[in-house]
């Protein structure tokens, strides 16, 4: 057992245990849990078995492997990785304004429909940051029929999304005009996301392993840094059903270590983690 040694801990976790949570998480999320992660998993999950005042993690094993939907939530919102910001690799950003917007602008025109999902969207920060781009970029969007829809696993930090509300920490680097102009100031001092960009944004619990219920046709999907943490054949079976809602010529923006080599030949690369669908 690498780290604290076992006399300091409170629980142990053999290595059978260990087998049977990645079974149990690797079932429930695609989340493929690798050696490295066991002493996260401890940390993680022994807050839970203190809550549930259990003794050992074979204990916590046998009540999730009865199926308990509360407490397979629990162990998938405790294992996930939400790390997000405002426009993480603004390079998507800059693309979407500059150059998809417009494109959609003309394809859609007679329509006036746009559709934009964030797949694995974790506390918001991945949507805001679109309706902020949409809302800055795409002039007349009054009069369009444009939706964001923004799902993610985890009910804790869809919950975060959907109250969009932020620490200035959360807000980091946001240029100070871009903050007042979509943000308010709450009386606690955090920044509240503003109407504007609320309206424009659907938070939904969604298992991207599940079937899903939206039709498309999405003009751009964002799946960054989500896929990082499934093994190959599901990430094949994820960007295969992703392609199926779009059509020729669809955005797709992934995170900055993944890429879809071997992974799908559905989609072209045209930029920096950016494909569109063949
Ligand atoms: C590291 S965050 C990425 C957030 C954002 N896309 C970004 O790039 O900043 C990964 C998110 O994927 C979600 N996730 C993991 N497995 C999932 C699954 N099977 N279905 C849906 N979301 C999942 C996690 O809950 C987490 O919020």
Same mark, same amino acid.
């Given at each position: ?14 290595? @059978? ?18 050696? =490295? ?29 009865? *199926? ?28 979407? =304004? ?11 025109? @007679? ?7 964030? =797949? *694995?969207?974790? /506390? ?8 902020? /781009? ?41 240029? @100070? ?38 039709? *498309? ?7 960054? &840094? ?16 992703? =392609?199926?809602?779009?059509?020729? *010529? ?8 993944? &890429? ?19």
């Amino acid at each position: 057992m690498s780290g604290m040694s076992a006399e300091l801990r409170e629980f142990v976790l053999t290595d @059978a245990e260990f087998e049977r949570l990645r079974t149990l998480v690797h079932h429930s999320t695609g989340i493929a849990l690798s050696d =490295a992660k066991r002493e996260l998993v401890y940390g993680r999950l022994a807050k839970r078995l203190r809550a549930l005042g259990l003794e050992t993690f074979a204990d916590y094993c046998d009540l999730v492997e009865e *199926g308990h939907p509360e407490e397979i939530e629990a162990l998938t919102n405790a294992i996930t990785t939400n790390l997000t910001s405002f426009f993480r690799e603004d390079h998507h950003f800059r693309q979407l =304004a500059e150059q998809v917007l417009p494109e959609v602008r003309q394809k859609r025109a @007679a329509g006036r429909r746009l559709r934009i999902w964030s =797949a *694995g969207c974790s /506390t918001g920060e991945e949507p805001y940051s679109i309706a902020m /781009t949409l809302r800055e970029a795409f002039t007349g969007l009054e009069s369009w029929n444009a939706r964001i829809l923004a799902t993610d696993i985890d009910s804790a930090v869809l919950a975060k999304g959907a109250r969009g509300e932020y620490s200035a920490d959360a807000i980091g680097k946001m240029a @100070a005009a871009r903050r007042e102009r979509w943000f308010e100031r709450t009386e606690g001092g955090a920044f509240r996301a503003s109407s504007d960009l609320k309206s424009l944004i659907s938070f939904k619990q969604l298992n991207l392993l599940h079937d899903w219920p939206m039709r *498309g046709p999405f003009d751009v999907i964002f799946c960054r &840094n989500v896929v990082i943490y499934f093994d190959k054949p599901t990430q094949r079976k994820l960007f295969d059903r992703m =392609a199926d809602l779009q059509e020729p *010529g669809a955005w797709l923006f992934i995170g900055h270590s993944e &890429n879809l080599f071997n992974v799908s030949q559905r989609y072209r690369l045209v930029g920096r983690t950016a494909y569109r669908r063949v």
